[in-house]
């Protein structure tokens, strides 16, 4: 007898956890249409929170997909070092004042 797998769930709990973070996201995000003066320093700048939210979001996204595509090729490399067998030692060369033929 065929052991029968379980069916997929349509959604697992990473994409619901997803998707509520992005919603969340957005009605924040139209919560802050209006510009507003921000002081950095000695200059002030009349920016809409909307565009600071969506480069504060893109810069989160993009830090961590950086860490976990290096976290992943370290990961990959440990595996790959581990299951490969050790090199065969290199064979080794007539001492440098030997003139002997090697045969």
Not at 20 to 49: C, D, M, T, Y
Not at 82 to 102: Q, Y
């Amino acid at each position: 007898m065929e052991k029968q797998q379980k069916p997929h769930p349509v959604m697992s709990v990473k994409d619901v956890l997803l998707l509520i973070g992005g919603a969340l996201l957005l009605i924040v995000i139209f919560q802050n249409i209006k510009a507003h003066e921000f002081r950095i320093f000695f200059w002030k700048l009349w920016v809409s929170p909307l565009l600071l939210i969506l480069i504060m979001a893109g810069a989160g996204f993009l830090a961590g997909w950086l860490v976990a595509r290096r976290r992943y090729k370290n990961k990959a490399a440990k595996a790959a070092a581990k299951a490969a067998p050790p090199a065969p030692p290199a064979p080794s060369a007539p001492p440098a004042g030997d003139n002997r033929p090697l045969a």
